[in-house]
């Protein structure tokens, strides 16, 4: 049976913290995309990204196709699972409200770019490999 890693205390802290993540997709081949930079949060123990422009972003569309990937925040470099986590209203309220609380000084406007039904549809949760 495979041992799911998991985020330390001081990762979560530390990429929760950010302001800003960088994530690189991986290729078919293995090797990393260039680097996008995006907002996370933290919901529990688990970290959270999504698309501005839904599934039908780039990266998003590229991310699916090995959901593996490597991200760079609060001085923590890791490789990671790239997860569904679309599904769940229950969770996509909080990572909402995540969303609002952690990036409100930019006004409702801007953080209704990826606060919105379609973001909501690619939240992708991000887990340590």
Do not use: C
């Not at 302001?19 to 081949?29: A, G, K, N, V, Y």
């Not at 969303?99 to 930019?106: G, I, L, N, P």
């Amino acid at each position: 049976m495979e041992v799911m890693a998991t985020w330390t205390k001081d990762e979560l802290n530390r990429i929760a913290d950010a302001e800003e993540l960088e994530l690189s997709p991986r290729r078919d081949d293995g090797s990393l995309r260039d680097a996008v930079t995006m907002w996370v949060v933290r919901d529990g123990e688990g970290l959270y990204v999504r698309s501005m422009h839904g599934r039908e972003g780039v990266w998003f569309r590229r991310a699916q196709a090995r959901h593996e990937g490597h991200v760079d925040a609060g001085g923590v470099s890791k490789d990671v699972s790239l997860g569904d986590a679309s599904r769940d209203a229950g969770l996509n309220k909080r990572i909402d409200a995540a969303y609002r609380e952690k990036y409100r000084r930019f006004g409702p406007d801007v953080v209704g770019s990826i606060v919105n039904p379609g973001s909501r549809a690619s939240t992708i949760r991000l887990e340590p490999r």
